[in-house]
């Protein structure tokens, strides 16, 4: 990384507040046409939940419509979902893919496999590695045949599919999983297959799965750093820790991909070190305030651990689960200041969490019914549930 502590050019929270919204396409005047678009600005977007990649997407749509998520997702498959960065679900464009998959998804599915072998072992009878070998190319022969399925209907063709595992055994959580859901989880994150459109709504998760070409592999160290370059223009300025707890990766890959792409050292807010991509140092013009619905795990709020310079720490408890998953926020001007819920009955409701007046008000009011309006009589209960979304929902 370039630069020196008395050299560092500085880049306020003002400044960095201005990109987000520029850069994340959140300002009304810089929203995309297209999903791709989206899951490019934020690297990509949060597949966890069914419903985050549409909301995260839709927010960010000149014009929002499911259906444009859906063509990405199951008809022209440009973007695709892998486990990678955090152990986590992304959505990314199809181009970028085998980067994350070299740079992350690779080794998960290792780690994932070991796992599986283990459980196999330990908690189901009669399996071992090979066994699990054989019932791989078996589903994947089944899948070549159906086309797209799903694990009940793969059950029918290969059986062994529907033995499960006894875990925690005598315990109060004690419960049995199905040999055939985590069989199929290995293979997505393996890259075997992909998941289809799902049976019934775009809220469902209860997918078909379709044999996928393995993307190439890539040179890990040079996926690495294509990834940290593509995050540090989306999220940059921001803290070596940042990327690091983004990706998931150890603090040594993360300090050699910002190097490989000659991060600039940059003083960030209160004077914190961050890095940039090489001289993108210069003011970023915000187009004007804006006003934003956010959902649950919307790659915004989860972009960076240092959240302060957009989310107060006294609203944390609120907004966030215990295991530090957010859930869905009010956003205005570059800050969260409150969260939302929908109703039973499909009214949206928020709660400002300051003042922040009425411009910002009656934008967030506008916000909402834009949103009421793409989701008509869709309901959405996400699957991260807060105590102030909760507390809305009542």
């Known amino acids: 990384m370039t630069g020196t502590s008395g050299s560092r050019p500085r880049i306020s929270d003002e400044q960095r507040r ?6 994340h396409l959140l300002v009304p005047a810089r929203r995309a046409e297209s999903v791709e678009q989206v899951a490019d600005a934020v690297v990509g977007l949060h597949a966890t939940d069914a419903a985050t990649v549409y909301l995260s997407a839709c927010a960010r749509l000149a014009e929002p419509s499911a259906a444009e998520v859906e063509r990405a997702l199951y008809d022209d498959v440009t973007l695709v979902k892998l486990l990678s960065m955090r152990r986590t679900i992304f959505a990314v464009t199809e181009g970028f893919a085998p980067f994350v998959s070299s740079s992350t998804a690779r080794a998960i599915a290792a ?10 072992r330990d908690f189901a009878e009669g399996w071992d590695e090979a066994r699990l070998a054989r019932t791989e190319l078996a589903v994947l022969a089944a899948l070549e045949v159906r086309g797209e399925a799903t694990t009940a209907e793969l059950s029918a063709d290969v059986p062994a599919l529907r033995e499960t595992m006894l875990m925690a055994e005598g315990k109060p959580y004690e419960a049995r999983q199905s040999v055939g859901s985590r069989l199929l989880r290995l293979l997505a994150s393996d890259g075997h297959v992909r998941r289809c459109r799902p049976r019934g709504s775009w809220l469902s998760s209860n997918y078909p799965y379709a044999p996928v070409r393995q993307w190439p592999e890539l040179p890990v160290r040079e996926s690495k750093a294509e990834v940290a370059r593509r995050w540090l223009a989306s999220y940059g300025p921001a803290t070596v820790e940042d990327l690091k707890w983004w990706t998931g990766w150890t603090l040594g890959d993360t300090r050699r991909a910002l190097a490989d792409v000659g991060a600039q050292e940059v003083a960030m807010g209160d004077g914190v070190a961050g890095v940039v991509l090489p001289g993108d ?5 915000a187009s004007g305030p804006w006003a934003a619905l956010l959902p649950a795990l919307d790659p915004t709020v989860m972009g960076w651990r240092g959240r302060d310079w957009y989310l107060r720490a006294e609203d944390v408890p609120a907004l966030f689960d ?9 956003w205005w001007d570059g800050r969260v200041v409150g969260g939302w819920a929908q109703r039973a009955d499909g009214e949206l409701v928020w709660r400002l969490l300051s003042d922040v007046g009425a411009e910002a008000e009656a934008a967030v009011a506008a916000e909402a019914v834009r949103l009421a309006g793409w989701l008509g009589e869709v309901r959405v209960t996400p699957r991260i549930r807060t105590p102030l979304e909760r507390e809305l929902v009542r």
Do not use: D, Q, S, W
Not at 18 to 23: D, F, I, K, N, T
């Open 322 to 330: 215990r295991a530090g998953n957010a859930g869905p926020t009010v």
């Open 281 to 285: 140092v210069g003011v970023v013009r």
């Open 18 to 23: 201005a990109r987000l919204g520029e850069r």
């Open 111 to 120: 780690r994932e496999r070991a796992t599986l072998v283990k459980h196999l």
